[in-house]
């Protein structure tokens, strides 16, 4: 067995950002008893003159690479000396390194601001790779820290996708074992009159409000059908239904602000939820929640039975 299968990494460059995310991370390796690794990355694009460069400019970037780990785990102990804390300092790309570290984490911790081999990490073909590549969870530690608990709920975005059963039985998981409420969401979006006119099909009102009386209850099922297999999976677990209407990310955003601890969803999927974490979608959810966000790979390589926090 990989003695690193459950560990947590978390990528640090020293930045504010970078900070609040360990500190997450540590917390989460101490309350439930998981290594963690420090993983600080130099990038080299665009600093060196060729893909390898100089050996002695090399030798300086992961000397530089090895201070700022050595500070992260530094802080990290100053919160949780109890734990396993290791270290790792690499130069080079930060997407292909980072995503590589994923194969052998229960969850891959980040923030989303940051200077250095980390500098904006969820921002652009970076943030796409990870979300789209990574082999665990990613976390996106911003807004308000604190974890879930009794008082902080876990939302989480469903529609029927294999993706989103992934992040509802994740999003479970994490609520039952914090002993939090879980929030299943899910949006639809009424379709104008004006628009079934313009494309040749004629609607009147009564045949408008018959549609979005469909199209509500059908997001209603999935809900209640989400609602139900996060409670077959933790019988014990306190779930409801959440049905909104409007754009999925700011919906989203908006119920987790209510107090919200974890946010959610998976990195694909059809319906209320399409491409939620592709495009501007995306990033409207990482930027702009309330709390930090759990991104679910489309297939989550995480063992079913794992039973630490996300």
């Known amino acids: 067995m990989n003695p690193h299968a459950r560990r947590i990494v978390v990528g640090y460059d020293g930045s504010a950002s970078a900070g609040t995310a360990l500190d997450w ?5 101490e309350r439930y008893d998981l290594p963690l690794t420090v993983i600080s990355v130099v990038d080299y694009v665009g600093m060196l003159p060729g893909v390898n460069g100089p050996p002695s400019w090399l030798a300086v970037l992961q000397k530089e690479a090895d201070e700022i780990a050595s500070k992260g785990e530094q802080r990290a102990r100053k919160h949780a000396d109890s734990i396993d804390i290791s270290t790792e300092a690499c130069v080079g790309q930060v997407a292909g390194l980072l995503i590589s570290a994923s194969r052998s984490a229960d969850r891959l911790v980040v923030g989303t601001r940051g200077h250095g081999g980390l500098a904006g990490t969820l921002l ?5 790779a990870l979300s789209a590549h990574a082999h665990c969870p990613v976390v996106v530690v911003r807004g308000d820290p604190t974890s879930p608990g009794p008082d902080r709920p876990v939302l989480v975005g469903i529609d029927d996708s294999a993706g989103a059963r992934s992040a509802l039985h994740y999003a479970a998981d994490r609520a039952a074992e914090a ?6 969401a899910t949006t639809y979006r009424p379709v104008p009159a004006q628009v079934w006119a313009e494309s040749g099909y004629y609607l009147d009102l ?10 509500r209850e ?3 099922n999935v809900t209640a059908a989400g609602v139900r297999s996060a409670k077959e999976r933790h019988p014990d677990l306190d779930a409801q239904e959440l049905v909104t209407t409007g754009s999925p990310a700011q919906e989203l955003v908006r119920a987790a602000a209510d107090g919200c601890g974890l946010l959610v969803v998976g990195t694909r999927g059809h319906g209320g939820f399409a491409g939620l974490l592709l495009g501007s979608v995306s990033h409207g959810v990482i930027h702009s929640a309330p709390c930090p966000v759990a991104i679910l790979p489309t297939e989550n390589r995480t063992p079913e039975t794992s039973t630490s926090a996300g």
């Not at 991370?25 to 390796?29: P, V």
């Not at 652009?124 to 796409?128: E, F, I, N, P, Y």
């Not at 002993?179 to 299943?184: C, E, S, T």
């Not at 009564?206 to 199209?215: I, Q, T, V």
């Open 206 to 215: 009564a045949g408008s409000a018959k549609f979005d009386k469909l199209a």
């Open 25 to 29: 991370a540590t917390g989460q390796a």
């Open 218 to 220: 059908s997001a209603s």
């Open 124 to 128: 652009g073909s970076v943030g796409l």
């Open 179 to 184: 002993h939090a409420r879980l929030i299943v």
